[in-house]
């Protein structure tokens, strides 16, 4: 083969024939600047193809490495926008609030409000955002508040939630005799008329602070608008002694309320248009009526759901008529006309600035996907074949759809260019491993600023959902960039690190089991579970599933127990439970588990038979291999009827006295949305977190996520009577799978690899767990000047030979101190400083996670 400079002297003497020799000079060195040129950009190229391999390979640290070097390179700068979406945000993004939901802009100037928990109900916080930086303006207490006049004032409700309207509060909560979702959708339209009927129209002048009350005789109110104009305000309320009708009312700073609609039925989701001549509302949520201010007129369209262009002149309502689905746009004077017709479920219409395109959310299979509909000749396209949920699309301009993915439970926001068909992330807390689920979004008017109530650091336990600022015209700096790919690549380096230390003592032990996981036996397993159909406790699969796990568990070697119980009146079930007892400590119990039973309406392929079988494989391993401390394998009844079946094992448990100082529960690991095989890690506990991840990268190939999550799973049973020991699996992105309780939650949507590489995973925890000293518990200290002492319960293992004490200080080195007793004095211990303990047993174990506790 012939080398590059080779070809290149050949190139030079053909042309010094025809070429004067300046020429030839010329041409040869800027062939040779345009092939290093050529080289340089192929060297970068496959630099940042590598890492993004490695990235999506869950090998962080070396990705990281990569992109550290590939932005550190000339012509690196390239792939700056890759890089930033693939390791965190693109878009400069603000910390608002650690506590702010339903925010809102105002429809004219930088301004917005958010909610925040008050002590007689919630506070309504107006932010100014003039200067690119938040300035808090004004604290109100009430909500629905409604800014008026660039900042300068603001209409808000509030609630008297005294006695009464708290009696009358409960009174409908205890109507709730189902938990079903129709039931509390119910309450919450009761809760609504009840803060209507106790609630006062109040302005305030945002400079001054002056409040005063609009008097709103015999009226309910449950909206405030006003008129762009500034002049009049409008209401939507009911007659207090006439709930069941809604009407719409006009007043000005000088007249009462008076009625501007008529006749029966609920008005609401009033709109003042752009025009400021006419406005848009819903009756009964069947119809859509269009009023004109100056003539009191009213058009009537049956329809829903309307939806407007910014200058007010085009509007968009669904109309469903003979099993169609149909999208009618107007403009105003116009009738409607039907631009878009289906048979599928369409809902949640967005119709551009200009009026002529309407992006929409249709269901054409089992999940939601965004659908645009161009006003011409222009055939209606898909903008989204993503295999979750796509949903509340908005326009920021004529060219661009914000629009966000995913369950409730972990939302995600993008950008969906309309003209490039790209797709750009809006928001995260960039690092590798921690979700950040998203819950609400507000859009200023230009276009160019989003608000998204999310919980950043992953944390879904505690109360607190933060408020951030998004601006989508503003990148982060490179500087920025640089300092984010190394501080994770600092910490993944670090928990890989961590993870090599704990498992090396029992780490052949711990391979050799972890290797005897089969997808092939998991498969068995999914498939004759599956075969019972619905498993919920209403239903003959229940049974059936019992016996079957049960029969299972025998074959593997164990004794199962069948704790039978009445989950609701008349219906009787069993959460089965098999026992590895413990070599060392056998008093000392670890539980792994997974709920079996499924919705009623379906056979709960992923939810939960793959984790029921990623269970029972971990079962089979382990039988034959105990551990030093026992290992409980429970399987639950009754989860999705209300987590019956693990609040009746844990209350038994507690009864009985059981030393429960550890557990793992798995639920809905087998469903895949792309290439890769990952789950998330939902903990309580940060050992057991750090331990999973490890786990998972050192003996399997599954990738690992985490978020701080129990609510409303078996794990919430455990973390209720025995604290913080709870870890897990479950599904990533959390609650991505689209077949969540439908009846097409089936076995063909299951990857069955995944499955294996959980129980996988599962197995080396728990040894880790069942061979580790456990947290050291009541840990205190007393104490002042120099000596600081420390004390805390011995641990419960029997073999624990030594504790070590870790003393971390701000600004200074680490101070390790070894003890073989349960208490120690410490000297010079500055304020602020963490003090940690674990414990160590004779085969050099640490425990596998840490107490801790703040000098102050």
Known sequence: MKTFHTVLRQLILRMVRFVPASLVLTYAISFVLQAHAQTDLRILSDQYRSATENWDAGQYVEALATFEALLGSEGGDTYFEDIALITGELFQTMEVAEWGTNPQWASDGPFFTYERPGEGGSVTVIVSFESKTPRELATIEGSNAQLIAFGTAVAYLKVDRGPEFSERRQAAFDEITERTREQFQEYGRKVRALEAEYSTVIIRDIGSGEERVVATPGLAVFEIHFHPAGEKMYLVASEEDNMGSRDIYELTATSLPRAITSGPGIKENLKILADEKHAIFTVDRERIAVFEFETGQTQVFFGSDP??????????????????????????????????????????????????????????????????????SEEPRLLTHEIQHDLFPRFLDNERVFAVIGEGRHRRSYIHDLVSGSRTRVFHNNTVRTVAPEYEWALDRTGRRVLIVSERDGDTISPERGLYLVELDRQISESTLHARLAENRAAEDQLRRNGQILFEPIRGRVASVVDRVSSTWIYGYEKDLFAFGSKHISRPGNEKAIDYIADQLRSFGYEPELQWFEPLPGIRSANIIATLSGTVDPDVIYIVSSHFDSVERGPGADDNTSGTAALLDAARVLAGNPQPSTIKFVFFTGEEAGLLGS???????????????????NDMVGFANDNRLDNTIRYSSDGIRDIQH???????????????????????????????????IGSYPILGNPHYHQSHDVLETINHTLVAEVSKTTVATIMLLASSPSRVTDLSATGGGDDFKVTWTPSIESN???????????????EIVETMNSQITLTGIRLGAVISVRAVNDKGLPGWDRAEIVRE
Do not use: C
Request: charged share 25%; glycine share 6%.
């Open 694 to 728: 490890a786990a998972a990268f050192l003996f399997t190939d599954l990738i690992t996520y985490d978020a701080r999550y129990y609510k409303n799973t078996d794990a919430h049973a455990y973390y209720e009577a025995y604290g913080d020991i709870v870890g897990g």
């Open 647 to 665: 609040r009746e094992y844990v209350r038994q448990a507690v009864e009985r006295g059981d030393q429960l100082v550890g557990a793992l529960n």
């Open 800 to 814: 624990v030979t030594k504790y070590i004490v870790l003393v971390r200080t701000p600004d200074l080195d680490d």
């Open 307 to 376: 939806a407007y262009s910014a200058d007010g002149a085009t509007a968009a309502f669904f109309h469903s008529e003979d099993s169609k689905n149909m999208i009618k746009v107007f403009r105003l004077g116009d009738p409607p006309q039907v631009i878009y017709e289906t048979e599928h479920p369409i809902k949640n219409l967005a119709v551009s600035p200009n009026g002529e395109r309407v992006v929409f959310q249709i269901m054409p299979r089992e999940n939601w996907e965004l659908m645009l509909v161009t006003s011409g």
